[in-house]
């Protein structure tokens, strides 16, 4: 049994790759993510957090992008393009961590309301819908600032407030798969509430999980910049704390357009190949879409 399930999860994931192949741009995608991850897992390799300081700062203030600095140099004569290396690590990191907990809330919500019906699901789906209305950046903008800002607090305030959407996708999803005759069959054998959520459910939904953290990473990333700017940093450098600096130091006035494009840059770079990724995982993973193509 177990060289037979080994052959079909060995069949499955050729097959799968047979099909993403076939999504250039989410190759494409798979690439850029794949540099990006290794260069920031590298990072202290080669750097460490003494490029982000201001008072060993090797260039002059503001110098255009030349062979010492490819990049330019920042306000205090920091390397921009270091600063953007290591920047990568928090950006990168709050974006991973806070799509993981908030698919992993969105999951819990969504097959809890799906599976438990009357009332119980209803004040789930009740609950999801007042997250759903409220403003998410500004509701996590507030949360950022109430709870301090450190790496966690910025986590927690986006995995907060992004949620919801997975919630619903998910209760859809389980609808759809507790409406099947296996599940009917599995409860007049006396199957509970854990072995059918863990056991059926979770595994049909699996799937669309994928697609949809793929997705969610890219949104935390632009949220996470978004706060940065707006001035509910982790306190430590990153993509969108570099644009609050060129903001606040007058990049644009004194012609330093490098300090405000490369950062730009780095976080759509990486966005749209998180984008790219997660639909074409949709597309290869979602029933639907893939019988519509």
Known sequence: MTSVAAARRKLAMSRFWADFRTHRAGVAGTVVLLVA????????????EGVTSVVDA?????????????????????????????????????GFLAAVLSIVIGTVVGIAAG??????????????????????????????AILGGTTFTVIMAIAVTSWPSTARLIRAQTLAVEARPYIERSKAL?????????RHVLPNVAPLL?????????????TESTLAFLGASANKTSWGTMLRSSYDYGAATHGAWWYILIPGLAILVVVM?????????EAVLNPRLRRAA
């Not at 991850?37 to 460490?48: K, M, Q, S």
């Not at 503001?62 to 953007?84: K, Y």
């Not at 290396?85 to 709050?94: D, H, K, Q, V």
């Not at 209305?133 to 500004?138: A, E, K, Q």
């Open 210 to 222: 994928l697609a949809s953290t793929t997705l969610e990473v890219a949104s935390a990333i632009v």
């Open 58 to 94: 090797p260039g002059d203030e503001f110098g255009a992008p030349s062979l010492d600095f490819p990049f330019g140099t920042d306000e205090s004569g920091r390397s921009i393009l270091l600063m953007v290396w290591w920047g990568s690590r928090t950006s990168l990191l709050i």
């Open 37 to 48: 991850v290794v260069l920031a897992l590298i990072a202290p390799l080669f750097i460490d």
């Open 190 to 198: 006396g199957a509970g509430h854990w072995h059918i959520t863990t």
């Open 115 to 144: 599976h438990y019906r009357g009332w119980a699901g209803g004040l789930l789906m009740r609950v999801t819908d007042w997250f759903l209305v409220l403003p998410s950046l500004v509701t996590a903008l507030v949360l950022a």
């Open 273 to 281: 190949a998180f984008t790219l990724v997660g639909r074409a995982l």
